[in-house]
């Protein structure tokens, strides 16, 4: 696992983006709205960061303090997912919030998908 300060001294242009105070994002408010606790990095990412996109290619989703429940509401409802799992897809696959299903955490400008299990 790659901690965001790896991913900053691999990327030193993003430092410049990096909320220096933080963010205040209400944890509980989301993984309660949720249903379930998100990576600890990913955490410790979204407090430094607002939502992140690395070289015009790739767009990491973090919440804003304040939107937390909508945040989460939008990561439960991933309409593009659910359509590949109703058409057999996915592989094994499942969408969130069956158990071990995915939740979106970023996307490519080519359309790709990024999932945590």
Known sequence: MVRFQELETALPSMVQWRVKEGRSIDWCVLEKALGTVLPSD????????????????????V?????????????REDEILQ?????????????YPESGGLISWAESNAGDCFYWV
């Not at 919440?63 to 990561?75: F, H």
């Not at 590949?84 to 499942?94: A, F, I, P, S, W």
């Open 63 to 75: 919440p804003r303090p304040g939107t937390e429940a909508s945040w989460a509401a939008e990561s």
């Open 42 to 61: 990913f955490r410790s990412l979204a407090e430094a960061y607002p939502t992140l996109v690395i070289d015009d290619f790739l767009m990491v989703s």
């Open 83 to 95: 359509d590949l799992y109703e058409m057999g897809d996915t592989e094994h696959y499942v969408p």
